[in-house]
C-alpha cells in the first residue's frame, strides 16, 4: 500500500475509534472493542487487499493471543478471591500498614516497587492484576490503585518477565545484548525517576512530591543504577527483578526512619484470626518462587519443549504486504506461563487457608472464588478479545506498519522524537511490549540508517516507548479493572494515566533526540 494521507488515515481509524469510543464516549469496552474490530476487518478487506483467509487467519491468531492474556486475569483474580474471602488480603495489608504509617510511603512501595519487582518475574500485566486489589483492600481508591499500579511498573517492562521484551528487540534488530543492553538501561533514567513522582502526584498531588522527592531520588538513583549494572555484566533477565528489589529496600529504609511512633487504628474488617504474614502470603511467595525456578536456564530449556500454541501460514495481501508462518503461535507453556503458575499459586493457597480459617467451609470458600471470578472475568474478556483481534488483523494486514512509516515520513530528521511514540503505538494496539519490538523493531533500526541517526538508540527508544505505553494499552487496563471492580470504568483510568504516559514519551523523545 502507497504511502499517502488517505491510506494513513484509512489505517488508522480503527485505532481512532478506540480512542474516541473510551476517552469521549465512555462506551464499554466490549463495545468499542467490537465496533474497532468490525472498522479494522472492512478496512483491510476493502481498502488493504486483505482476503477472507486473511482476516479469518488473523482473526484466530487474536484470539490465540487473547487466550494467552486472559488465562493470566482469571489465574490472578482467581488466587485473590480466595486469598480475599480467607482473610489473608486483610493481614497482608496489615503488615504493610505496619511497615510505615505514612499512606504516600506504602503507595510507593506497592505501586511503583513492589508492582515492578512482580513485573522482573512473570510481568503479562501480573503486578497490577495482583497489587492493585491489595492497594484497595487496605484503603487506597479503586482509581488510585490501579492508576498508580500502571505507571509505577512501566518502566520495569523491557527488561521484565524474565527479558522477554528484550530479547524481541534484540532478535528483530540483531543488535548484540552487551550493545543494546546498557543503551536502553540508560534511555530508562529518566523514566524511573519520572513514574515514581508521578506515582505521588496520582495520590497525593503537588503535596505528594513535596513530601516524597528525597525518598523518590535516592530509590531511583538506586533503580537506575541496578538496572545498567545488570546489563553491564550480562545478566539482563535480571535487570527489572534487582532494580526493583533494590528500590524496595530503599523506600521500606525511608518508611523505617519516618515511621510514626503513634499507631494507627487498625480498621474495622481485618482479619483477627491466628493468620501469620507468612501463611497469608504462602500463594504469593509460591508465585515468586515458582516463577523465578521456571525462568533457571537449565529448567527453562528442560520445560520449553511442554506448551499448547496453534501454527499459522504464511498470508499475503493483493499489495504484497506478507506476514511470515508461525509455529506455535502465542505458545502457552505449561510450566512457566504465569497462568498455570497462578492457578498452581491459588490452589495451594486453598490448601493452607483451609487449615487455618476454621470458620469458614472450604467448600463455601472456593465456590465464592469461582463465582466472584467469572462474574468479574466475563465482560473483561469479551473487551480483550475483541481489541487484540483487532491489532491482529491491523498488523497481518499491513495498516499499522503504515501507520508507523507515515510517522517516520512525516518527522523526517526529527524522527528521533516520533521514535517512542511509535513504540508505545504498538504496545497500545497490541497490550504488549514484547509484540511492539516485533512489529516495529526492524523498521525503527532501518529508519535511523536511511536517516543517518544511531541506529541502537532509535531502537532502545522503541523499546523504552513500548514499554511506558502499557500504562495506558487498554488490554492492561482492562485487566487492572476487572480486579477491583472498575469494568465498565476503563475510560475514567485511560483519562488517567494517558497524561502521564504522554508526559514519559515527551521526556525519553527529547532525549534521544538530543543524543541522536
Given at each position: 500500500?502507497?504511502?499517502?494521507?488517505?491510506?494513513?488515515?484509512?489505517?488508522?481509524?480503527?485505532?481512532?475509534?478506540?480512542?474516541?469510543?473510551?476517552?469521549?464516549?465512555?462506551?464499554?469496552?466490549?463495545?468499542?472493542?467490537?465496533?474497532?474490530?468490525l472498522i479494522a476487518v472492512i478496512t483491510a478487506y476493502c481498502f488493504f487487499g486483505?482476503?477472507?483467509?486473511?482476516?479469518?487467519?488473523?482473526?484466530?491468531?487474536?484470539?490465540?493471543?487473547?487466550?494467552?492474556?486472559?488465562?493470566?486475569?482469571?489465574?490472578?483474580?482467581?488466587?485473590?478471591?480466595?486469598?480475599?474471602?480467607?482473610?489473608?488480603?486483610?493481614?497482608?495489608?496489615?503488615?504493610?500498614?505496619?511497615?510505615?504509617?505514612?499512606?504516600?510511603?506504602?503507595?510507593?512501595?506497592?505501586?511503583?516497587?513492589?508492582?515492578?519487582?512482580?513485573?522482573?518475574?512473570?510481568?503479562?500485566?501480573?503486578?497490577?492484576?495482583?497489587?492493585?486489589?491489595?492497594?484497595?483492600?487496605?484503603?487506597?481508591?479503586?482509581?488510585?490503585?490501579?492508576?498508580?499500579c500502571l505507571i509505577g511498573h512501566s518502566w520495569a517492562i523491557s527488561f521484565g518477565?524474565?527479558?522477554?521484551?528484550?530479547?524481541?528487540?534484540?532478535?528483530?534488530?540483531?543488535?548484540?545484548?552487551?550493545?543494546?543492553?546498557?543503551?536502553?538501561?540508560?534511555?530508562?533514567?529518566?523514566?524511573?525517576?519520572?513514574?515514581?513522582?508521578?506515582?505521588?502526584?496520582?495520590?497525593?498531588?503537588?503535596?505528594?512530591?513535596?513530601?516524597?522527592?528525597?525518598?523518590?531520588?535516592?530509590?531511583?538513583?538506586?533503580?537506575?543504577?541496578?538496572?545498567?549494572?545488570?546489563?553491564?555484566?550480562?545478566?539482563?533477565?535480571?535487570?527489572?527483578?534487582?532494580?526493583?528489589?533494590?528500590?524496595?529496600?530503599?523506600?521500606?529504609?525511608?518508611?523505617?526512619?519516618?515511621?510514626?511512633?503513634?499507631?494507627?487504628?487498625?480498621?474495622?474488617?481485618?482479619?483477627?484470626?491466628?493468620?501469620?504474614?507468612?501463611?497469608?502470603?504462602?500463594?504469593?511467595?509460591?508465585?515468586?518462587?515458582?516463577?523465578?525456578?521456571?525462568?533457571?536456564?537449565?529448567?527453562?530449556?528442560?520445560?520449553?519443549?511442554?506448551?499448547?500454541?496453534?501454527?499459522?501460514?504464511?498470508?499475503?495481501?493483493?499489495?504484497?504486504?506478507?506476514?511470515e508462518g508461525t509455529i506455535g503461535y502465542s505458545k502457552i507453556k505449561f510450566f512457566?506461563?504465569?497462568?498455570?503458575?497462578?492457578?498452581?499459586?491459588?490452589?495451594?493457597?486453598?490448601?493452607?487457608?483451609?487449615?487455618?480459617?476454621?470458620?469458614?467451609?472450604?467448600?463455601?470458600?472456593?465456590?465464592?472464588?469461582?463465582?466472584?471470578?467469572?462474574?468479574?472475568?466475563?465482560?473483561?474478556?469479551?473487551?480483550?478479545?475483541?481489541?487484540?483481534?483487532?491489532?491482529?488483523?491491523?498488523?497481518?494486514?499491513?495498516?499499522?506498519?503504515?501507520?508507523?512509516?507515515?510517522?517516520?515520513?512525516?518527522?523526517?530528521?526529527?524522527?528521533?522524537?516520533?521514535?517512542?511514540?511509535?513504540?508505545?503505538?504498538?504496545?497500545?494496539?497490541?497490550?504488549?511490549?514484547?509484540?511492539?519490538?516485533?512489529?516495529?523493531?526492524?523498521?525503527?533500526?532501518?529508519?535511523?540508517?536511511?536517516?543517518?541517526?544511531?541506529?541502537?538508540?532509535?531502537?532502545?527508544?522503541?523499546?523504552?516507548?513500548?514499554?511506558?505505553?502499557?500504562?495506558?494499552?487498554?488490554?492492561?487496563?482492562?485487566?487492572?479493572?476487572?480486579?477491583?471492580?472498575?469494568?465498565?470504568?476503563?475510560?475514567?483510568?485511560?483519562?488517567?494515566?494517558?497524561?502521564?504516559?504522554?508526559?514519559?514519551?515527551?521526556?525519553?523523545?527529547?532525549?534521544?533526540?538530543?543524543?541522536?
Open positions: 500500500m502507497p504511502l499517502s494521507i488517505e491510506n494513513w488515515i484509512l489505517a488508522i481509524s480503527p485505532v481512532v475509534v478506540l480512542l474516541v469510543g473510551i476517552l469521549l464516549l465512555k462506551w464499554k469496552t466490549s463495545r468499542v472493542g467490537s465496533i474497532a474490530l486483505a482476503d477472507v483467509r486473511l482476516v479469518a487467519f488473523a482473526n484466530c491468531k487474536g484470539l490465540s493471543l487473547s487466550l494467552y492474556v486472559l488465562l493470566i486475569i482469571w489465574g490472578a483474580i482467581f488466587l485473590f478471591n480466595i486469598a480475599d474471602k480467607a482473610g489473608a488480603i486483610n493481614v497482608i495489608g496489615q503488615t504493610i500498614r505496619n511497615i510505615s504509617n505514612d499512606r504516600l510511603i506504602q503507595c510507593l512501595l506497592l505501586a511503583w516497587c513492589f508492582t515492578s519487582l512482580l513485573q522482573g518475574l512473570a510481568g503479562f500485566g501480573v503486578p497490577v492484576a495482583i497489587v492493585a486489589p491489595i492497594m484497595v483492600a487496605i484503603g487506597f481508591e479503586p482509581l488510585t490503585a490501579v492508576a498508580t518477565s524474565m527479558g522477554s521484551s528484550y530479547n524481541s528487540i534484540q532478535l528483530v534488530t540483531k543488535i548484540p545484548g552487551e550493545i543494546i543492553g546498557p543503551c536502553m538501561a540508560l534511555s530508562f533514567a529518566i523514566p524511573i525517576l519520572a513514574t515514581g513522582l508521578e506515582v505521588a502526584h496520582i495520590y497525593e498531588g503537588k503535596k505528594g512530591l513535596k513530601k516524597s522527592i528525597l525518598p523518590i531520588v535516592s530509590a531511583a538513583t538506586t533503580m537506575s543504577l541496578l538496572l545498567w549494572l545488570m546489563n553491564f555484566i550480562g545478566t539482563p533477565q535480571l535487570a527489572s527483578l534487582m532494580a526493583a528489589a533494590g528500590g524496595c529496600a530503599i523506600i521500606a529504609i525511608w518508611a523505617y526512619l519516618h515511621r510514626k511512633t503513634k499507631k494507627e487504628i487498625q480498621p474495622k474488617g481485618f482479619f483477627q484470626g491466628n493468620m501469620s504474614f507468612y501463611i497469608a502470603s504462602a500463594p504469593y511467595l509460591a508465585l515468586i518462587f515458582m516463577s523465578v525456578v521456571t525462568q533457571i536456564p537449565v529448567v527453562k530449556t528442560c520445560l520449553s519443549g511442554y506448551y499448547w500454541g496453534l501454527d499459522y501460514p504464511q498470508t499475503q495481501t493483493a499489495l504484497g504486504y506478507i506476514v512457566s506461563h504465569p497462568a498455570p503458575i497462578l492457578f498452581l499459586s491459588a490452589f495451594l493457597g486453598y490448601f493452607v487457608y483451609s487449615r487455618y480459617v476454621t470458620s469458614m467451609n472450604p467448600h463455601e470458600l472456593f465456590k465464592y472464588a469461582i463465582i466472584k471470578t467469572t462474574q468479574k472475568c466475563i465482560p473483561t474478556s469479551v473487551g480483550i478479545s475483541t481489541m487484540v483481534m483487532m491489532a491482529l488483523v491491523m498488523s497481518d494486514s499491513g495498516m499499522t506498519n503504515l501507520i508507523a512509516k507515515g510517522v517516520a515520513s512525516a518527522f523526517g530528521n526529527y524522527y528521533p522524537l516520533a521514535s517512542p511514540f511509535i513504540g508505545n503505538l504498538g504496545t497500545f494496539i497490541t497490550g504488549s511490549n514484547t509484540n511492539s519490538n516485533i512489529m516495529f523493531g526492524a523498521l525503527q533500526y532501518e529508519t535511523a540508517i536511511l536517516l543517518g541517526k544511531n541506529a541502537v538508540l532509535m531502537a532502545a527508544a522503541q523499546s523504552v516507548g513500548g514499554s511506558l505505553g502499557v500504562a495506558m494499552a487498554p488490554s492492561t487496563i482492562m485487566m487492572g479493572a476487572a480486579n477491583v471492580g472498575m469494568t465498565g470504568k476503563e475510560s475514567l483510568i485511560l483519562s488517567k494515566t494517558i497524561r502521564y504516559c504522554m508526559l514519559n514519551l515527551i521526556f525519553v523523545g527529547l532525549i534521544v533526540w538530543f543524543l541522536a
